[in-house]
């Protein structure tokens, strides 16, 4: 017979998905796209010439400047092919790419100085931007043409990466090899800087300029990146070949982003789709993804900086979205220092990604992450996990290479205080996936459990089930797990609180749940039927089978 007390954790479990539930019937939040005068400059008036060869980052950058100084408008990227530098966007400007028109940013690495940026929730010297803008207001990016970031020059590549014609062409074309044979750098200069201190760019008193020239080819450019900017709409254009991250609002509010295709070769590492860093009122729909690394990646700056920045990523809709290659379909984190909140994401399919739905950080970040809601996710063909929440980030790539071996995290306690991260109040149903390497991932630390999580409504596919570590109050409901491994179907480490209603399973499996670790506690299992199974538990490593209660 269940106690009260555990009657009562119970109901809380049970209210709270009710009222998570009724979150979507509120009203979503409120986001305001910018509005434009007709007044419309094309860049040829302005000198630029479009047959990939001239540099027109003067003609450009000048049709901004007249046309922003006259009250704004639309600046004109006709079709051709328009070599260029770096461009800055002004206030009430709509810079609008035509079909047909390609918008090249040269392989000419000294068109780009050295600037003070933000780089992995850190402040740090960058290149300049291909695309920026700084406290401005009502811009834009429209049209249907594409802009390419041309970041082959800059990335280095891993060779488990390319096919061996690929890697010998790679290695030809110049560059460095280093000594293991595994990795092709774009220069010397770039090869020691990624071997010595993490964080070469970020900005130290002791670091000088000379410092930073040094490293220059190291310090690779987001695509495009606002700071501190308002209403800003990017519609209907392609973004492709960043050098690094490809799109970055950074501390800015009522962002549109709608009808996009970000474009990135899978092995581009740190080739994110967009990063939505410590920005309020965002809009992204309509939009699709196949990229290097996470794709719609939701971030508030890193450990000490962010806590101290305290800008959460907040009142967030993603909806209506494709991610094909990428590190993680939608993902809060790693940085996530500032927090996270109030996030609204639904009707987004997921086709061969490393993991769907990732949420990670680790030790040291701090942030809350809460009250997000997620619904009508589809999946196939995903590498690792379909869903994953995990407290041991350790910035490795979501599969390991061939080869690469990967020790777990030692478990222990640590203090709690400002550097120790929270994820919690999740709410994610109607979710389907045709096949992954695992169903379900939860990883808590000890001493803060990934918590009040409700999954509901789902049909997972996956060579194994589901895996609950440090975690407390889940709710798992009209779960569907058909792993291929059924030894266990579901497998719990240290967690309470949990509830298992109307878990389906095929008929067959080896084993149904095992519990271990003495903090197990308080797991109801309700509304499932054990008799299509081998074996129904195993308790071990000090777990209570009585705190397994059906």
């Given at each position: 017979?269940?106690?009260?007390?555990?009657?009562?954790?119970?109901?809380?479990?049970?209210?709270?998905?009710?009222?998570?539930?009724a979150q979507?019937?509120?009203k979503?939040?409120?986001?305001?796209?910018?509005?434009?005068?007709?007044?419309?400059?094309s860049?040829v008036?302005?000198?630029?010439?479009?047959?990939g060869?001239?540099?027109?980052?003067?003609?450009?950058?000048?049709a901004i400047?007249?046309?922003?100084?006259?009250?704004?408008?639309?600046?004109?990227?006709?079709?051709?092919?328009?070599?260029?530098g770096?461009?800055?966007?002004?206030?009430n400007?709509?810079l609008?790419?035509?079909?047909?028109a390609?918008?090249?940013?040269?392989?000419d690495k000294?068109?780009?100085?050295?600037?003070?940026?933000?780089?992995?929730?850190?402040?740090?010297?960058r290149?300049?931007?291909?695309?920026?803008?700084?406290?401005?207001?009502?811009?834009?990016?429209?049209?249907?043409?594409?802009?390419?970031?041309?970041?082959?020059?800059?990335?280095?590549?891993?060779s488990?990466?390319?096919?061996?014609?690929?890697?010998?062409k790679?290695v030809?074309?110049g560059?460095?090899?280093?000594?293991?044979?595994?990795?092709w750098?774009?220069?010397?200069?770039?090869m020691?800087?990624?071997k010595?201190?993490?964080?070469?760019?970020?900005?130290?008193p002791?670091?000088?300029?000379a410092?930073?020239e040094?490293i220059?080819d190291?310090?690779?450019p987001?695509?495009?990146?606002?700071t501190n900017?308002?209403?800003i709409l990017?519609?209907?254009?392609?973004?492709?070949?960043?050098?690094a991250w490809?799109?970055?609002?950074?501390?800015?509010?009522?962002?549109?982003?709608?009808?996009?295709?970000?474009?990135?070769?899978?092995?581009?590492q740190?080739?994110?789709?967009?990063?939505?860093?410590?920005?309020?009122?965002?809009?992204?729909?309509?939009?699709?993804?196949?990229?290097?690394?996470?794709?719609?990646?939701?971030?508030?700056?890193?450990?000490?900086?962010g806590?101290k920045?305290?800008?959460?990523?907040q009142?967030?809709?993603?909806?209506?979205?494709?991610?094909?290659?990428?590190?993680?379909?939608?993902?809060?984190?790693?940085?996530?220092?500032?927090g996270?909140?109030?996030?609204?994401i639904?009707?987004?399919?997921?086709?061969?990604?490393?993991?769907?739905?990732?949420?990670?950080?680790?030790?040291?970040?701090?942030?809350?992450?809460?009250?997000?809601?997620?619904?009508d996710?589809?999946?196939?063909?995903?590498?690792?996990?379909a869903i994953?929440f995990?407290?041991y980030?350790?910035?490795?790539?979501?599969v390991?290479?061939?080869?690469?071996?990967?020790e777990?995290p030692?478990v222990e306690?640590?203090?709690v205080?400002?550097?120790?991260?929270?994820?919690k109040?999740?709410?994610?149903?109607?979710v389907?996936c045709?096949?992954?390497e695992?169903?379900?991932?939860?990883?808590?630390?000890?001493e803060?459990?990934?918590k009040?999580?409700?999954?509901?409504?789902?049909?997972?596919?996956?060579d194994?089930?589901?895996?609950?570590?440090?975690?407390?109050?889940?709710?798992?409901?009209?779960?569907?797990?058909?792993?291929?491994?059924?030894?266990p179907?579901?497998?719990?480490?240290?967690?309470?609180?949990?509830?298992?209603d109307?878990?389906?399973?095929?008929?067959?499996?080896?084993?149904?749940?095992?519990?271990?670790?003495?903090?197990?506690?308080?797991?109801l299992?309700?509304?499932?039927?054990?008799?299509?199974?081998?074996?129904?538990?195993?308790?071990?490593?000090?777990?209570d089978?009585?705190?397994?209660n059906?």
């Amino acid at each position: 017979m269940l106690s009260f007390k555990k009657i009562s954790s119970l109901a809380v479990l049970l209210l709270a998905a009710f009222a998570a539930t009724a979150q979507w019937n509120k009203k979503l939040p409120v986001v305001i796209s910018p509005k434009f005068k007709k007044d419309t400059v094309s860049i040829v008036k302005f000198g630029a010439v479009p047959d990939g060869n001239t540099i027109n980052t003067k003609a450009i950058n000048n049709a901004i400047e007249t046309l922003a100084k006259r009250g704004g408008g639309v600046v004109l990227v006709p079709a051709g092919l328009w070599l260029t530098g770096p461009i800055v966007l002004k206030s009430n400007i709509n810079l609008h790419i035509a079909a047909s028109a390609t918008l090249l940013f040269t392989a000419d690495k000294s068109q780009y100085p050295l600037v003070k940026a933000n780089w992995e929730g850190l402040p740090q010297m960058r290149n300049q931007s291909p695309i920026s803008a700084t406290d401005a207001s009502n811009i834009a990016i429209t049209g249907k043409g594409i802009i390419d970031g041309n970041g082959d020059v800059w990335r280095s590549v891993k060779s488990d990466k390319l096919t061996a014609g690929q890697w010998k062409k790679l290695v030809a074309s110049g560059g460095v090899v280093s000594e293991d044979k595994k990795t092709w750098y774009p220069s010397e200069a770039f090869m020691k800087a990624s071997k010595g201190p993490a964080n070469p760019g970020e900005i130290k008193p002791e670091r000088d300029a000379a410092y930073f020239e040094n490293i220059k080819d190291f310090l690779r450019p987001n695509l495009f990146i606002v700071t501190n900017c308002k209403y800003i709409l990017l519609e209907g254009v392609t973004f492709q070949n960043s050098a690094a991250w490809c799109l970055h609002p950074l501390m800015s509010e009522h962002l549109t982003v709608r009808n996009i295709f970000v474009k990135n070769p899978w092995y581009a590492q740190n080739g994110d789709g967009i990063d939505v860093e410590s920005c309020s009122n965002v809009l992204i729909e309509n939009s699709t993804f196949d990229v290097g690394d996470d794709a719609l990646c939701m971030k508030s700056g890193r450990d000490e900086a962010g806590r101290k920045r305290g800008m959460p990523t907040q009142n967030v809709i993603i909806r209506n979205c494709t991610v094909y290659a990428s590190h993680g379909g939608f993902v809060i984190g790693s940085e996530m220092s500032g927090g996270a909140r109030n996030m609204y994401i639904s009707n987004c399919t997921f086709i061969g990604t490393d993991i769907g739905l990732r949420f990670k950080t680790t030790r040291g970040r701090g942030g809350v992450v809460e009250n997000i809601f997620i619904k009508d996710i589809y999946m196939k063909d995903i590498a690792a996990e379909a869903i994953l929440f995990d407290m041991y980030y350790m910035a490795k790539d979501p599969v390991p290479l061939l080869g690469e071996k990967r020790e777990l995290p030692k478990v222990e306690f640590k203090p709690v205080d400002e550097t120790t991260p929270v994820f919690k109040n999740f709410h994610i149903s109607n979710v389907y996936c045709n096949g992954a390497e695992k169903g379900i991932f939860l990883r808590g630390v000890p001493e803060m459990h990934v918590k009040d999580i409700v999954l509901e409504n789902m049909v997972l596919q996956a060579d194994k089930g589901i895996d609950v570590q440090e975690a407390s109050n889940i709710t798992f409901r009209n779960i569907t797990i058909i792993p291929a491994d059924t030894n266990p179907v579901v497998d719990i480490i240290n967690s309470d609180n949990l509830v298992f209603d109307n878990l389906k399973y095929k008929e067959g499996s080896q084993l149904l749940f095992r519990a271990a670790g003495e903090r197990t506690k308080n797991i109801l299992i309700k509304n499932t039927d054990a008799s299509k199974v081998k074996e129904k538990l195993v308790s071990e490593f000090g777990a209570d089978a009585k705190q397994i209660n059906w």
